[in-house]
């Protein structure tokens, strides 16, 4: 399995990595116990999925059944946009800790850069349905406190997600801890090679989210290329695309929901070079999910 080291020594990332943005709680359960006995050794999960008691107990039981040993997972989550109050942050990592029951995190990001009016409601809207924003805090003030949880060893690594080149190189700059992951949206239609570039040069890992396009049809897993290249190397389009993620170097998350899926994402070998490079040459450019846009995900139902 291939493992991405991470800057500061904080351990090192599996590169293939299961997706816990699953809207039903009894499929969270049996897709992330299925993950687990699949192979996969990273976990990437939400305060705002509104599943991470699910995800917790599945991991719990998994390992256990397993004799999987805690160390051997990597489990992430996320800070949410109604938390980016520097006073709030360490209060929404305990929170998160608690719901799924683990005693450490491997990573903890920021979900989004866009801060929201801080309370409890976690999609804070005026009367006309308009998302309201917090304009009292910059990133920077969020960042900071993520660094005060890595001072205070409750975080080996912190990073950040849906952010933009424009967005993470001032924070780059500015960090006393630099991000040691940065997520984002990322896959033949939309390669983020610059934002990749960076990444490498600064050993930052850069983990791609809908790597199969979300499954959105017709998208990335019908593409004439992929489809093309799948039926030359026995494999099926999806595991073409997850090779394709691996062998240029970034990590991944794919949400698989049933046991078959699961062994199939995780059956990853590499490609000849032909074909990585036919993928490359792609031209289709597409971004799926708008929430780089606005910090309201995609792909989360509103009354979640
Ligand atoms: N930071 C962010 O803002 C953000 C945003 C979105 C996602 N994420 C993270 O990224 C994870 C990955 O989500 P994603 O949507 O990007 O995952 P994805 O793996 O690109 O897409 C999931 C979709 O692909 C389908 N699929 C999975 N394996 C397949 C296979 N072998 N063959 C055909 N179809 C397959 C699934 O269908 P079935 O459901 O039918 O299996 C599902 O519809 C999320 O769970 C979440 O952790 C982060």
Redesign the pocket.
Request: proline letters at 11%; glycine letters at 10%; hydrophobic letters at 30%.
């Given at each position: 399995m291939t493992r991405i080291p991470l800057n500061h020594g904080a351990g090192q990332i599996p590169a293939l990595g299961f997706?816990?943005?699953?809207p039903d709680a009894a499929v969270t359960i049996t897709a992330t116990r299925d993950a687990l006995e699949a192979g996969f050794r990273h976990f990437?999960c939400?305060e705002r999925y509104g599943n991470e008691r699910e995800v917790g107990r599945a991991l719990q039981a998994g390992l256990a059944a397993g004799g999987i040993a805690r160390q051997d997972v990597f489990v992430t989550t996320?800070l949410w946009n109604t938390n980016h109050r520097p006073e709030r942050v360490e209060p929404a990592f305990d929170a998160s800790l608690e719901r799924l029951g683990l005693k450490y995190l491997d990573l903890y990001l920021i979900?989004?850069p866009f801060a929201f009016q801080p309370g409890d409601d976690q999609d804070p809207r005026d009367q006309n349905g308009n998302v309201l924003y917090d304009h009292g805090v910059t990133l920077l003030d969020t960042w900071r406190a993520m660094e005060s949880l890595v001072d205070h060893g409750k975080c080996p690594a912190i990073g950040l997600?849906?952010v933009s080149l424009n967005e993470l190189k001032p924070i780059y700059e500015s960090a006393r801890i630099k991000p040691a992951v940065v997520?984002v949206?990322s896959h033949p239609y939309l390669p983020e090679t610059e934002l990749l570039g960076f990444c490498k040069e600064k050993g930052i890992v850069f983990l791609a989210?809908?790597?199969?396009?979300?499954?959105m049809k017709p998208g990335l897993?019908q593409d004439p290329v992929i489809l093309a290249i799948a039926a030359r190397a026995g494999k099926?389009?999806?595991q073409v695309l997850l090779a394709w993620a691996v062998q240029r170097g970034t990590a991944l998350?794919?949400?698989?929901?049933?046991a078959a899926?699961a062994r199939?994402?995780f059956d990853i070998s590499p490609l000849p070079e032909d074909a990585f490079e036919e993928i490359n040459r792609i031209q289709t450019r597409q971004r799926l999910?708008p929430?780089v846009r606005t910090g309201v995900?995609?792909?989360i139902p509103r009354s979640i």
């Open positions: 997706g816990t943005l699953i990437d939400a996320k979900h989004t997600s849906d997520q949206e989210f809908a790597p199969l396009g979300h499954g897993l099926t389009p999806a998350l794919t949400t698989p929901r049933s899926r199939e994402n999910n929430v995900p995609g792909f």
